[in-house]
């Protein structure tokens, strides 16, 4: 229930209902565990303690609660070898399509394109195609460990392609169409696919958009491929020859197949995801089966409270982790919601009409998403039957106390749960339960069987601001980077304290909650002072003259150099937007954090899944080449980002 409350420090916004907590997720997990002879005590805090202190006990029991079969003979839970080392459930086997199509009726997916033609997939219907796939890309030699790649927007064909590759133990990568070629091929090369499924174009922002051009240079640079099979459905652009055979997806599903999975091990590759490329060639992240499968149940089942049953909407391309998050939710027994296209054309609020025509029950968006439907003055609980959302999660980029205000003013009462993870663990560190109050601003909790930490740079763990580390393993750790001797996965993650995760964001744990203070590789560091990023767009995108800021910390030689660039709301004077950020800067934090110029921009860069580009505009501005600090491939708009090196060009050329 919405809590009607003072604005303070740690003020509750939302309380859970008591009478509906036996319904949810955690509950339900808690007295399961009393059946198997546990007594964790009945909060979240004390659940979460016995998981990190028995996490072997905590998988064990987790993977019966949520149905996940394991084969082969029962043996340890994990290896005692330390970090990054670590295998789980050794010697057992388990197929991550099988747990998502298998013991399921009713409704699967439901696509939703651009312009709001809709359509159904039974699980009946889904498995079928999946396994027609399957056969067909076994007759074209496809086995267990081979590379299927896939240049795919957020359509059924996409789950298909997923599920099949995964069934036979390939291993599954996609990027989604609007990524440029170059930034397509840094990933796919790396790979030697033998597969490519590709749409010959795309709906996007009311207009059909003709990739054929692009692909024929991806192929070109993809020497390993054998076969491509085409998506041609949701687009009027036509294929192209090739010089390898290809298919329709008419053709590859034609032949009808019985279900079939291969039984691989625990730790069998399952899919590659890449990192955003901005800070060099993007890394491979490779996930196995069963650690994203017992990770994506956890988030969705407890962190999110999904169930049998339920409409889920994640607002997520195919190149972001979310939308593998989305996906898993047929291993809950819940309807994929697809939305296709742009998700908020022609205005943010399709969103919310997507939700209420498909009374989605969980919906995913970033806290972007958030800040833009506020700054739009949005009203969906007024405009939308919102009656069967219960749970809004929010992920991305801290959430704003604006952000946390607007939604309980304008959307209702539902479970706010913001969390924090990322595409390196497949899953979250930082999320909350729906059995605990929400605090204006708070991230409600850590996540179960993760022990995450704040330390200072000398390792010590700290009750203020540090670096988010993670000091026991988590099943969902990448078995490794792809084309990596171990080296570069090691020096991301374990270098700076050896033998713990370190994240690479600054994490604060308070009384009333978890606060994520954003990139510790982008802080601020102006004369000794360490200032949050996240303490500026607070101050400053509350506003309503800034639509968004990105603010970032050079070294120049012996000068520190820190602009904050904005975009301005329409019709906003510069003048009086200056006056506005100053003041609010000097109100809300301190003059040491009032930036050395104030830039205004058209926009603010970002990559393809949301994030702002704070590390590559401050190289531009120490003298990087554009071609060195991004893959413009990889960006969302690279024109906007050729505008920021212009502008370090010209601030270079001035004497300073």
Same mark, same amino acid.
């Given at each position: 229930? +919405?809590?009607?409350?003072?604005?303070?420090?740690?003020?509750?916004?939302?309380?859970?209902?008591?009478?509906?907590?036996?319904?949810?997720?955690?509950?339900?997990?808690?007295?399961?565990?009393?059946?198997?002879?546990?007594?964790?005590?009945?909060?979240?805090?004390?659940?979460?303690?016995?998981?990190?202190?028995?996490?072997?006990? #905590?998988?064990?029991?987790?993977?019966?609660?949520?149905?996940?079969?394991?084969?082969?003979?029962?043996?340890?839970?994990?290896?005692?070898?330390?970090?990054?080392?670590?295998? %789980? #459930?050794?010697?057992?086997? =388990?197929?991550?399509?099988?747990?998502?199509?298998?013991?399921?009726?009713?409704?699967?997916?439901?696509?939703?394109?651009?312009?709001?033609?809709?359509?159904?997939? /039974?699980?009946? @219907?889904?498995?079928?195609?999946?396994?027609?796939?399957?056969?067909?890309?076994?007759?074209?030699?496809?086995?267990?460990?081979?590379?299927?790649?896939?240049?795919?927007?957020?359509?059924?064909?996409?789950?298909?392609?997923?599920?099949?590759?995964?069934?036979?133990?390939?291993?599954?990568? =996609?990027?989604?169409?609007? #990524?440029?070629?170059?930034?397509?091929?840094?990933? $796919?090369?790396?790979?030697?696919?033998?597969? =490519?499924?590709?749409?010959?174009?795309?709906?996007?922002?009311?207009?059909?958009?003709?990739?054929?051009?692009?692909?024929?240079?991806? #192929?070109?640079?993809?020497?390993?491929?054998?076969?491509?099979?085409?998506?041609?459905?949701?687009?009027?652009?036509?294929?192209?020859?090739?010089?390898?055979?290809?298919?329709?997806?008419?053709?590859?599903?034609?032949?009808?197949?019985?279900?079939?999975?291969?039984?691989?091990?625990?730790?069998?590759?399952?899919?590659?995801?890449?990192?955003?490329?901005?800070?060099?060639?993007?890394?491979?992240?490779?996930?196995?089966?069963?650690?994203?499968?017992?990770?994506?149940?956890?988030?969705?089942?407890?962190?999110?409270?999904?169930?049998?049953?339920?409409?889920?909407?994640?607002?997520? &391309?195919?190149? %972001?982790?979310? %939308?593998?998050?989305?996906?898993?939710?047929?291993?809950?027994?819940?309807?994929?919601?697809?939305?296709?296209?742009?998700?908020?054309?022609?205005?943010?609020?399709?969103?919310?009409?997507?939700?209420?025509?498909?009374?989605?029950?969980?919906?995913?968006?970033?806290?972007? $998403?958030?800040?833009?439907?506020?700054?739009?003055?949005?009203?969906?609980?007024?405009?939308? !039957?919102?009656?069967?959302?219960?749970?809004?999660?929010?992920?991305?980029?801290?959430? &704003?106390?604006?952000?946390?205000?607007?939604?309980?003013?304008?959307?209702?009462?539902? %479970?706010?749960?913001?969390?924090?993870?990322?595409?390196?663990?497949?899953? +979250?560190? =930082?999320?909350?339960?729906?059995?605990?109050?929400?605090?204006?601003?708070?991230?409600?909790?850590?996540?179960?069987?993760?022990?995450?930490?704040?330390?200072?740079?000398?390792?010590?763990? /700290?009750?203020?601001?540090?670096?988010?580390?993670?000091?026991?393993?988590?099943?969902?750790?990448?078995?490794?980077?792809?084309?990596? !001797?171990?080296?570069?996965?090691?020096?991301?993650?374990? &270098?700076?304290?050896?033998?713990?995760?370190?994240?690479?964001?600054?994490?604060?744990?308070?009384?009333?909650?978890?606060?994520?203070?954003?990139?510790?590789? @982008?802080?601020?560091?102006?004369?000794?002072?360490?200032?949050? &990023?996240?303490?500026?767009?607070?101050?400053?995108?509350?506003?309503?003259?800034?639509?968004?800021?990105?603010?970032?910390?050079?070294?120049?030689?012996?000068?520190?150099?820190?602009?904050?660039?904005?975009?301005?709301?329409?019709?906003?004077?510069?003048?009086?937007?200056?006056?506005?950020?100053?003041?609010?800067?000097?109100?809300?934090?301190?003059?040491?954090?009032?930036?050395?110029? +104030?830039?205004?921009?058209?926009?603010?860069?970002?990559?393809? /899944?949301?994030?702002?580009?704070?590390?590559?505009?401050?190289?531009?501005?120490?003298?990087?080449?554009?071609?060195?600090?991004?893959?413009?491939?990889?960006?969302?708009?690279?024109?906007?980002?050729?505008?920021?090196?212009? $502008?370090? +060009? *010209?601030?270079? *050329?001035?004497?300073?």
């Amino acid at each position: 229930m +919405i809590v009607d409350a003072h604005a303070a420090d740690g003020e509750v916004i939302w309380q859970p209902d008591l009478a509906g907590n036996a319904e949810t997720g955690i509950e339900r997990f808690t007295q399961f565990l009393r059946t198997q002879g546990v007594e964790a005590g009945p909060r979240y805090d004390d659940v979460w303690q016995w998981s990190v202190d028995d996490p072997e006990r #905590f998988w064990e029991l987790f993977a019966q609660f949520a149905g996940v079969e394991l084969g082969g003979p029962d043996g340890p839970v994990c290896t005692a070898d330390s970090m990054p080392h670590t295998r %789980w #459930f050794p010697g057992r086997t =388990v197929n991550f399509a099988r747990h998502l199509l298998e013991g399921h009726d009713g409704t699967a997916l439901i696509a939703v394109a651009e312009d709001g033609a809709r359509e159904e997939v /039974t699980w009946d @219907s889904l498995r079928r195609e999946v396994a027609s796939l399957a056969q067909h890309l076994r007759a074209q030699g496809i086995g267990p460990g081979d590379r299927i790649v896939a240049v795919l927007p957020n359509v059924p064909e996409a789950v298909v392609g997923l599920l099949a590759a995964a069934s036979i133990g390939a291993l599954w990568s =996609v990027c989604a169409p609007e #990524f440029g070629a170059g930034a397509i091929v840094s990933r $796919f090369a790396q790979l030697n696919p033998k597969v =490519v499924i590709a749409a010959p174009g795309y709906r996007l922002g009311g207009r059909d958009r003709d990739r054929r051009q692009e692909l024929g240079a991806i #192929f070109a640079q993809l020497p390993t491929v054998e076969h491509i099979i085409w998506v041609t459905r949701h687009a009027s652009t036509p294929v192209i020859e090739t010089p390898m055979p290809a298919a329709s997806w008419a053709q590859a599903v034609a032949a009808p197949a019985d279900p079939a999975y291969a039984d691989v091990e625990f730790s069998h590759p399952l899919w590659v995801l890449f990192s955003s490329g901005t800070t060099g060639i993007p890394k491979g992240i490779v996930h196995g089966h069963g650690g994203a499968l017992l990770e994506e149940m956890k988030m969705l089942l407890i962190h999110s409270d999904l169930r049998p049953g339920d409409r889920y909407l994640n607002v997520a &391309s195919t190149s %972001w982790v979310l %939308w593998n998050s989305l996906i898993s939710a047929l291993g809950v027994g819940a309807t994929a919601v697809l939305v296709d296209g742009n998700p908020t054309f022609p205005s943010v609020d399709r969103v919310w009409q997507t939700v209420a025509a498909e009374k989605v029950a969980v919906l995913g968006v970033g806290a972007g $998403f958030i800040h833009a439907c506020a700054k739009s003055e949005l009203m969906p609980m007024r405009e939308h !039957d919102l009656s069967a959302l219960r749970c809004l999660q929010v992920t991305g980029s801290p959430l &704003s106390t604006d952000g946390y205000r607007w939604v309980y003013g304008q959307v209702g009462d539902i %479970w706010l749960s913001s969390m924090s993870g990322g595409t390196d663990i497949a899953s +979250i560190f =930082v999320g909350g339960s729906p059995t605990l109050p929400v605090r204006v601003g708070y991230i409600q909790a850590p996540a179960l069987a993760v022990r995450v930490e704040s330390w200072d740079e000398a390792g010590n763990p /700290t009750t203020g601001k540090g670096e988010l580390v993670v000091t026991k393993p988590m099943p969902s750790m990448p078995l490794r980077f792809w084309g990596d !001797d171990g080296t570069r996965y090691h020096d991301s993650y374990f &270098s700076t304290y050896p033998g713990v995760w370190r994240h690479g964001d600054y994490i604060e744990f308070t009384r009333h909650g978890i606060l994520i203070h954003g990139r510790s590789d @982008s802080t601020l560091n102006r004369n000794g002072l360490r200032l949050g &990023s996240a303490d500026i767009y607070t101050a400053v995108e509350s506003l309503p003259e800034v639509a968004e800021a990105l603010v970032v910390g050079a070294e120049l030689g012996t000068n520190y150099y820190m602009p904050l660039f904005v975009k301005l709301t329409e019709g906003t004077e510069p003048a009086a937007a200056e006056e506005a950020i100053t003041r609010s800067i000097r109100d809300n934090l301190s003059v040491r954090y009032l930036p050395d110029e +104030i830039v205004i921009m058209r926009a603010i860069p970002h990559t393809r /899944t949301g994030k702002k580009l704070e590390v590559p505009v401050k190289r531009l501005l120490q003298g990087v080449a554009l071609s060195e600090v991004a893959d413009l491939g990889a960006v969302d708009d690279p024109e906007l980002l050729e505008e920021y090196a212009r $502008f370090a +060009i *010209a601030r270079e *050329a001035v004497p300073q």
